[in-house]
T-cell receptor
Framework: NAGVTQTPKFQVLKTGQSMTLQCAQD?????MSWYRQDPGMGLRLIHY???????DQGEVPNGYNVSRSTTEDFPLRLLSAAPSQTSVYFC?????????????FGPGTRLTVL | AQSVTQLDSQVPVFEEAPVELRCNYS??????LFWYVQYPNQGLQLLLK??????LVESINGFEAEFNKSQTSFHLRKPSVHISDTAEYFC????????????FGTGTRLTVIP
């Protein structure tokens, strides 16, 4: 299993540009999520999904869109990038509601918005 | 709502010395507590977790944490650290057993000095 994969690893955007961060998992997990990591602030939840066709907002959803058309993929879209979205983005996945499961994180995408 | 406080942003410690990384949480419901480790330029990996049962939980590489409900704490300890333990450590809380929708602390950077 590849686990959780993210592309690209690095990206530089200009203010106002749009892009999609890709996330895929091959563990058949129902739950997938996106976090952003900023210095001194830890990780904050952006959006999450508990299954195909179901998404919901996390702690910091503004400026981001998500969709979940398949179990495997959970892309994160920035429609109009802003410098405040400069961050490291992590995708994660797990089973839903299992007391013995854990959440698996991807390697991250480092995004810079100029 | 849940929140997590990690009191120390940086902890330097000499090799083979003991270390404690502090974590306090607030929650109005039952909690599930986690410690994640992030090595440089990598994603997060689960170190250990408390879901129920024994309040003392251990990891395979010598770390342990104790859930203290009265003090709302989940401090991480290791009796003798190695150079390879240098990393950033995040405490997280969830109100769901499946580790979905984690709320993270701001992280503690552990630096082991030779």
């Amino acid at each position: 299993n590849a686990g959780v994969t993210q592309t690209p690893k690095f990206q530089v955007l200009k203010t106002g540009q749009s892009m999609t961060l890709q996330c895929a998992q091959d563990m058949n997990h129902e739950y997938m999520s996106w976090y952003r990591q900023d210095p001194g602030m830890g990780l904050r939840l952006i959006h999450y999904s508990v299954g195909a066709g179901i998404t919901d907002q996390g702690e910091v959803p503004n400026g981001y869109n998500v969709s979940r058309s398949t179990t495997e993929d959970f892309p994160l879209r920035l429609l109009s990038a802003a410098p405040s979205q400069t961050s490291v983005y992590f995708c994660a996945s797990s089973n839903v509601g299992s007391s013995t499961d854990t959440q698996y994180f991807g390697p991250g995408t480092r995004l810079t918005v100029l | 709502a849940q929140s997590v406080t990690q009191l120390d942003s940086q902890v330097p410690v000499f090799e083979e010395a003991p270390v404690e990384l502090r974590c306090n949480y607030s929650s109005s419901v039952s909690v599930y507590l986690f410690w994640y480790v992030q090595y440089p330029n990598q994603g997060l990996q689960l170190l250990l977790k408390y879901l129920s049962g024994s309040t003392l939980v251990e990891s395979i590489n010598g770390f342990e944490a104790e859930f203290n409900k009265s003090q709302t704490s989940f401090h991480l300890r290791k009796p003798s650290v190695h150079i390879s333990d240098t990393a950033e450590y995040f405490c997280a809380v969830s109100d769901r057993a499946g580790a979905n929708n984690l709320f993270f602390g701001t992280g503690t950077r552990l630096t082991v000095i030779p």
